[in-house]
């Protein structure tokens, strides 16, 4: 199993680009979230998805959107991009949506927004 | 908002030495986790203690849970340089609406010196 992949590793944007940031699992996982990690901040989830078809926000959504089309895939859109969404963006999974599933994290992309 | 905070923010020590490092949270919690990221890299689960548990252990790893101080702590044991990495905490945090979410510090950097 490659578990959880991110694409790009990195990109660098300009103030009002959109973009996607696509991750992927391959182990059937039915809950999939993104978190952002700032330096002193920890990670702050963005939003989740506890199976396809459904999404709910999480502590910072705003500027963000996500779809779950696919148990598989849970991409994240930035619909304009500002310089505060400089950040490392991480996507994650857990078998099931309980609290104490173990997360499986991406590698993380990497966002320099000019 | 952060539920769980690690303390110390950094902690250096010498290879073979025992490395601690805590969290404590605000409120109650059904199960806490400690993840490990080492630079540039996602989070790694390490191990997870339910809140009707006292203690734990995972080869060098040792984990104590106070419900009663809401604090746990995280006990690596004849550290080694490859130990090296940031280490998080994570609680479930009621978010609203029903809702728990898993929740993260902002992690307490290691840095095991050969």
């Known amino acids: 199993n490659a578990g959880v992949t991110q694409t790009p590793k990195f990109q660098v944007l300009k103030t009002g680009q959109s973009m996607t940031l696509q991750c992927a699992q391959d182990?059937?996982?039915?809950?999939m979230s993104w978190y952002r990690q700032d330096p002193g901040m920890g990670l702050r989830l963005i939003h989740y998805?506890?199976?396809?078809?459904?999404?709910d926000q999480g502590e910072v959504p705003n500027g963000y959107n996500v779809s779950r089309s696919t148990t598989e895939d849970f991409p994240l859109r930035l619909l304009s991009a500002a310089p505060s969404q400089t950040s490392v963006y991480f996507c994650?999974?857990?078998?099931?949506?309980?609290?104490?599933?173990?997360?499986?994290f991406g590698p993380g992309t990497r966002l320099l927004v000019l | 908002s952060q539920q769980g905070e690690e303390d110390p923010q950094a902690l250096s020590i010498q290879e073979g030495e025992n490395a601690t490092m805590n969290c404590s949270y605000k409120?109650?919690?059904?199960?806490l986790q400690w993840y490990r990221q080492n630079s540039g890299r996602g989070l790694v689960h390490l191990i997870l203690?339910?809140?009707?548990?006292r203690e734990k252990h995972s080869g060098r790893l040792r984990v104590t849970l106070d419900t009663s101080k809401k604090s746990s702590s995280l006990l690596i044991t004849a550290s080694r340089a490859a130990d090296t990495a940031s280490y998080f905490c994570?609680?479930?945090?009621?978010?609203?609406?029903?809702?728990?979410?898993?929740?993260f510090g902002k992690g307490t950097k290691l840095s095991v010196i050969p």
């Open positions: 994650a999974s857990s078998r099931l949506a309980g609290l104490k599933e173990t997360q499986y």
């Open positions: 182990m059937n996982h039915e809950y």
């Open positions: 998805s506890v199976g396809a078809g459904i999404t």
């Open positions: 409120t109650s919690i059904n199960n």
């Open positions: 203690i339910r809140s009707n548990e």
């Open positions: 994570a609680t479930d945090a009621y978010s609203g609406a029903g809702s728990y979410q898993l929740t």
